[in-house]
């Protein structure tokens, strides 16, 4: 049974310091998605990678957060410095779109972070 | 923009009563439409899809139907348990692979 994996499950850590998640797709899937998850926000979009380019970052605070896949099994998603903030869940989903695919996507259980 | 838009929550139901959670959305052409599920603790898992209009997606005693000209997509289910107690979501998406877009989720409580 594949499934998107993410790590930390949980991260507790305090202002400033560089908070790094990372995300493992099912294999196979060459779009890779990382969502955010709050109260007040809901769910939303902060970036999202095709075949390991990025694709749409719009959704992403550029002056803090990165994304990158560094190779086709393995996406990372830095905060330096983070804030109180950016407390919340962290999603990661993967897809596999195209010819013969479709356009489901499968989450990862989420990173749960807390800044104090 | 596109925009998802369901009724808020909670909604606190007991075992074997009907559900139904709204769902309407604005979006230019043809998106495709989802219910994705939320249990406590866990990621998102998708609950079911339709991609066209008057398509009607099913799953696990759920079901939806595309409706373009009133531009929804209701989940209902005939008789709910105790497991289905988690927060639904409604989305849509422009294109296969695609971001989703999604609405702000309806945490379902069902009391035995």
């Known amino acids: 049974d594949a499934r998107v994996t993410q790590t930390p499950r949980h991260k507790v850590t305090e202002m400033g310091q560089e908070v790094t998640m990372r995300c493992q797709p099912i294999l196979g899937h060459n779009t890779v998605f990382w969502y955010r998850q709050t109260m007040m926000q809901g769910l939303e979009l902060l970036a999202y990678f095709r075949n390991r380019a990025p694709l749409d970052d719009s959704g992403m605070p550029k002056d803090r957060f990165s994304a990158e896949m560094p190779d086709a099994t393995l996406a990372t998603l830095k905060i330096q410095p983070s804030e109180p903030r950016d407390s919340a869940v962290y999603f990661c989903?993967?897809?596999?779109?195209?010819?013969?695919?479709?356009?489901?996507?499968?989450f990862g259980p989420g990173t749960r972070l807390t800044v104090l | 923009g596109d925009s998802v838009t369901q009724m808020e929550g909670p909604v606190t139901l007991s075992e074997e009563a009907f559900l139904t959670i709204n769902c309407t959305y604005t979006a230019t052409g043809y998106p495709s439409l989802f219910w994705y599920v939320q249990y406590p603790g866990e990621g998102l898992q998708l609950l079911l899809k339709?991609?066209?209009?008057?398509d009607k997606g099913s799953n696990k005693g759920f079901e939806a139907t595309y409706r373009k000209e009133t531009t929804s997509f209701h989940l209902e289910k005939g008789s709910v348990q105790v497991s289905d107690s988690a927060v639904y979501f409604c989305?849509?998406?422009?294109?296969?692979?695609?971001?989703?877009?999604f609405g702000g989720g309806t945490r379902v409580l069902v009391k035995p």
């Open positions: 989903a993967s897809g596999s779109p195209g010819t013969g695919g479709t356009d489901t996507q499968y």
């Open positions: 989305a849509l998406s422009k294109a296969a692979g695609n971001k989703l877009t």
């Open positions: 339709a991609t066209k209009a008057d």
